[in-house]
C-alpha cells in the first residue's frame, strides 16, 4: 500500500480550506460535538505529568485491554470538566469467550483490491453469494473523494464490478446504510450522504434501493413513507423475524448535530414506523451501532448517551418489534463508542463490536485507539487485550462485515490525525483446527485402498489442503482421500489445513499396514465322503486385520460362519465347498474344494440298506439271469431222462408195393 507522507507546512498551505472536514469528523464525530478528551491520574496534579508519557501511558492501558493502568487510575475529562466515560473496566478472562480469537492481517494476501477506503459499506450478500462493498471514499483523508463504484469479495478475491451492475444505482455515497433482506433475499441500502466529488458538496439522503445479481432498483416510490435523511444511523438485519431495523442516526452532518431516535423496519418491501411502540423515547442518543443477534433472537444496539455528563454506553436488544434495555443487568458495560462498527460473528455465536477513539492529553496532543467488544451469552466481554489490534491499523470508519466463512472482518479505514486512508483487511477468527473422520482403524491392509477424510473448524477461507502418507504419497485440494499402500510396515500419515491468513493445523495419524490378507486352501480328510458322517473342515487365514469372519457354503444349502466348521451330507452326490474369508479392513480371501459323497450300505433316505437305486437294479437283473439260466439247464437235462410213451415198431421188411386192403 502506498501511503503519502504528511505534507509539510508550505506544502499544506493551498490545501488548508479542505482540512475543515477532518477537523468535523475526527473532532466532532469521534469526541462529540462539544468534548474532547483529557487524561488526568488520580493522586497526580496533571500539570506535574508530562503530556506524552500520560498519553502513552493511558494509550498503552486501553489496548492492553485493561483500562486504567495497574499503578494510577486515570479518567478522561472534556474540557469542560466535566467527567466522561472511558471504558475504565478491566479485561475479560479467555475462559468468559467461547475460543480463543485473534486479528489476521490479510493485507496483501488477496486477488485484487479496492484500494484506500473509507466510509464505505459493507454487507455478506447470502443470496448472491458474496460480500458487496458499496460507495465509501478514497484518496487523502484530508481531500477525501465520494465513491461511486461497486466490489465483490469471495474466497480472498477482490473483484470490481461496477462495469457489470446495472440500474444506475445510488449516486456517490458514504456512510449509508446496508443490510441483508432475509425475506427479500436482497441488500436493501438507505440514506448516507451523496453527491460528487468532495464532501463539501454532498448532502444526506433517504432514498431506498435494492441489490441483487449486479442490478440495483430504486424502490423509494414503492416502499411508502421513509425515514428522513440521515447519515450513521443503526442499521441492520434482524434474521429471527426476517426484516431489517432502522433505529437514529444523525439528520445533519453540520454541528450541533441533531440525533434522531426513531425506530423503522423495513420488510416485505415497505417501511413502517415503530417509533411509539418500539420503547425508546430518550433523546439523547448518539452514535448508533446495531448488529443482528441469532444467538439473542433478535438485533442488538448500542448508542452513546447524548446531552448530557457523564457519558455511558447503552445496550438494547430489539426483540419481537420492541426494543429491551440490557444496561443494568450487565456486569460488564459495553465501551464508550464514537460510530461503533457491530457485525454478527457465526464461528463464535456472538455480536463483534469495533471501536476507534481518542485521548487528548493537557498539552493538546491526541492520539487513537481502539477496542474491540464481544456480545455472547448475554454478557460484554472485553477483546481488546485478548485480540490486540497493532496500532498501525488503529483507523477510524472502516467497513465492517459479517464474512461468509463466519469470520467477522473490517476493510480500510482513516488515519484521523494524518492524512491516509487506509486499504487494510484484518478478519477476527479462530485459528484452523482439525479432526480426523476416516479411517477409524489404525490398522489396514497392504493392498487395500484406504479412506481418509478430516474436518477443518475456523480459520479464514479459502483453506487449502494436503494429505502425505508417509510412503512418498501426496494428495492435495481435498478433506478427503484415498490411498493403496503397497507394502506392510508403520506409516506416519499428515494432512495439513491453511487458510488465506497463512494459519495452519495439523492432524497426523501412525498407522500400521499389515501383509495382504491370504488364506490356505480348505482342509479335508478325503474327497469321497460318506453321506451322513460328520466330517470337519477347516481354512488357515494370514495377514490382514484381525479378527477374521468366515463365511462357508457346503453345496447343498447349508452354511456355516465358524472357523472349523463340522458338516454331514445326507445324499449322496457331487459337491463344492467354498469359504469367504474376510478381515477387519473388508478385504476378503476365497477358497473353494470339490468332493464326492458315497453310501456307507445303508439306505439312503433313513433305512438301513446303503445301496442305490441303480445298484439294485443291477443286482435283480443278475438274480434273474441266474435264475433263467438254471431253469433252462434243469429243463433240458429232464428231458434228456424221461422214456418215450409208445415203443418203436421195428421195421422187419420192405414196405409193401401195394398199399394194404382198405388204404384206399
Known amino acids: 500500500?502506498?501511503?503519502?507522507?504528511?505534507?509539510?507546512?508550505?506544502?499544506?498551505?493551498?490545501?488548508?480550506?479542505?482540512?475543515?472536514?477532518?477537523?468535523?469528523?475526527?473532532?466532532?464525530?469521534l469526541f462529540g460535538s462539544s468534548v474532547t478528551w483529557a487524561v488526568s491520574f488520580e493522586g497526580t496534579p496533571a500539570a506535574a505529568v508530562n503530556g506524552s508519557n500520560e498519553l502513552q501511558a493511558a494509550v498503552e492501558s486501553v489496548e492492553a485491554g485493561g483500562g486504567p493502568a495497574a499503578a494510577h487510575a486515570w479518567t478522561c475529562e472534556g474540557r469542560s470538566g466535566v467527567s466522561v466515560t472511558c471504558g475504565s473496566h478491566l479485561p475479560s478472562a479467555i475462559g468468559g469467550y467461547p475460543s480463543p480469537v485473534s486479528w489476521v492481517n490479510l493485507t496483501g494476501r488477496t486477488e485484487g483490491s479496492p484500494g484506500g477506503q473509507a466510509d464505505g459499506s459493507m454487507v455478506w450478500d447470502a443470496s448472491d453469494g458474496y460480500v458487496l462493498l458499496f460507495g465509501g471514499g478514497f484518496g487523502g483523508f484530508y481531500d477525501l473523494s465520494i465513491g461511486d463504484y461497486d466490489w465483490s469479495y469471495l474466497n480472498g478475491v477482490w473483484s470490481n464490478i461496477t462495469g457489470l451492475v446495472t440500474g444506475g444505482g445510488p449516486p456517490g455515497n458514504v456512510v449509508a446504510g446496508l443490510a441483508f433482506d432475509p425475506a427479500l433475499q436482497q441488500v436493501v441500502a438507505f440514506g448516507g450522504l451523496v453527491g460528487i466529488g468532495d464532501f463539501t458538496s454532498s448532502i444526506a439522503d433517504n432514498v431506498t434501493w435494492l441489490y441483487h445479481d449486479y442490478v440495483w432498483t430504486n424502490e423509494t416510490s414503492l416502499a411508502g413513507a421513509a425515514p428522513s435523511p440521515r447519515l450513521f444511523m443503526a442499521f441492520a438485519e434482524d434474521s429471527s423475524a426476517d426484516e431489517v431495523v432502522l433505529f437514529g442516526g444523525a439528520t445533519a452532518l453540520s454541528a450541533p448535530r441533531p440525533w434522531a431516535n426513531d425506530t423503522w423496519v423495513f420488510g416485505?418491501?415497505?417501511?413502517?414506523?415503530?417509533t411509539d411502540t418500539a420503547g425508546i423515547t430518550s433523546n439523547r442518543t448518539a452514535f448508533p451501532g446495531l448488529s443482528n443477534d441469532p444467538a439473542d433472537s433478535g438485533a442488538l444496539l448500542v448508542y452513546q448517551t447524548n446531552g448530557s455528563h457523564p457519558r455511558t454506553e447503552v445496550t438494547q436488544l430489539f426483540s419481537d418489534q420492541h426494543w429491551v434495555n440490557l444496561t443494568g443487568s450487565l456486569t460488564v458495560p459495553a465501551p464508550l463508542a464514537v460510530?461503533?462498527?457491530?457485525?454478527?460473528?457465526a464461528q463464535e455465536s456472538a455480536v463483534i463490536l469495533f471501536a476507534y477513539n481518542v485521548v487528548q492529553d493537557i498539552s493538546g496532543a491526541t492520539q487513537g485507539f481502539s477496542v474491540e467488544y464481544a456480545f455472547s451469552h448475554g454478557a460484554w466481554i472485553n477483546l481488546t487485550g485478548l485480540a490486540p489490534i497493532s496500532t498501525v491499523y488503529t483507523a477510524a470508519f472502516p467497513m465492517f462485515v459479517e464474512m461468509p466463512d463466519g469470520t467477522v472482518a473490517f476493510y480500510g479505514g482513516a488515519d484521523g490525525s494524518d492524512s491516509l486512508v487506509y486499504n487494510y483487511f484484518l478478519d477476527l477468527a479462530q485459528a484452523p483446527d482439525v479432526s480426523r473422520?476416516?479411517?477409524?482403524?489404525?490398522?489396514?491392509?497392504?493392498?487395500?485402498p484406504t479412506a481418509f477424510q478430516y474436518t477443518v473448524g475456523g480459520g479464514i477461507a479459502p483453506l487449502s489442503y494436503a494429505y502425505s502418507f508417509g510412503d512418498g504419497g501426496i494428495t492435495t485440494g481435498f478433506l478427503t482421500?484415498?490411498?493403496?499402500?503397497a507394502a506392510p510396515g508403520p506409516y506416519q500419515v499428515?494432512?495439513?489445513?491453511?487458510?488465506?491468513?497463512g494459519e495452519t493445523a495439523i492432524g497426523q495419524l501412525n498407522l500400521t499396514v499389515n501383509p495382504a490378507l491370504s488364506s490356505s486352501a480348505i482342509s479335508i480328510p478325503s474327497a469321497n465322503v460318506t453321506a451322513n458322517t460328520p466330517t470337519v473342515l477347516g481354512v488357515t487365514a494370514s495377514g490382514g486385520t484381525s479378527p477374521y469372519a468366515y463365511n462357508w457354503s457346503f453345496g447343498d444349502g447349508s452354511f456355516s460362519h465358524v472357523a472349523q466348521p463340522t458338516h454331514s451330507w445326507v445324499d449322496t452326490g457331487s459337491y463344492t465347498i467354498?469359504?469367504?474369508?474376510?478381515?477387519?479392513?473388508?478385504?476378503?480371501?476365497?477358497?473353494?474344494?470339490?468332493?464326492?459323497?458315497s453310501n456307507s450300505g445303508s439306505s439312503g433316505h433313513g433305512g438301513t440298506s446303503g445301496i442305490s437305486g441303480l445298484e439294485d437294479a443291477y443286482l435283480i437283473i443278475a438274480v434273474l439271469v441266474v435264475i433263467a439260466t438254471i431253469a433252462v439247464v434243469w429243463l433240458v437235462a429232464r428231458r434228456r431222462q424221461?422214456?418215450?410213451?409208445?415203443?418203436?415198431?421195428p421195421i422187419t421188411s420192405a414196405p409193401p408195393d401195394h398199399p394194404p386192403p382198405g388204404a384206399i
Open 1 to 29: 500500500m502506498e501511503q503519502r507522507l504528511r505534507p509539510t507546512p508550505v506544502e499544506r498551505s493551498p490545501r488548508w480550506k479542505r482540512t475543515w472536514f477532518a477537523v468535523l469528523l475526527v473532532g466532532v464525530l
Open 268 to 274: 416485505d418491501g415497505k417501511w413502517s414506523n415503530i
Open 339 to 345: 460510530a461503533p462498527e457491530m457485525a454478527w460473528d
Open 437 to 448: 473422520v476416516l479411517p477409524t482403524s489404525t490398522t489396514v491392509d497392504a493392498g487395500a
Open 481 to 485: 482421500a484415498a490411498h493403496e499402500y
Open 494 to 501: 499428515t494432512f495439513t489445513a491453511t487458510d488465506l491468513g
Open 578 to 597: 467354498r469359504v469367504n474369508v474376510t478381515d477387519l479392513g473388508g478385504e476378503s480371501a476365497v477358497e473353494s474344494v470339490a468332493i464326492v459323497v
Open 642 to 649: 424221461t422214456p418215450p410213451s409208445h415203443p418203436p415198431v
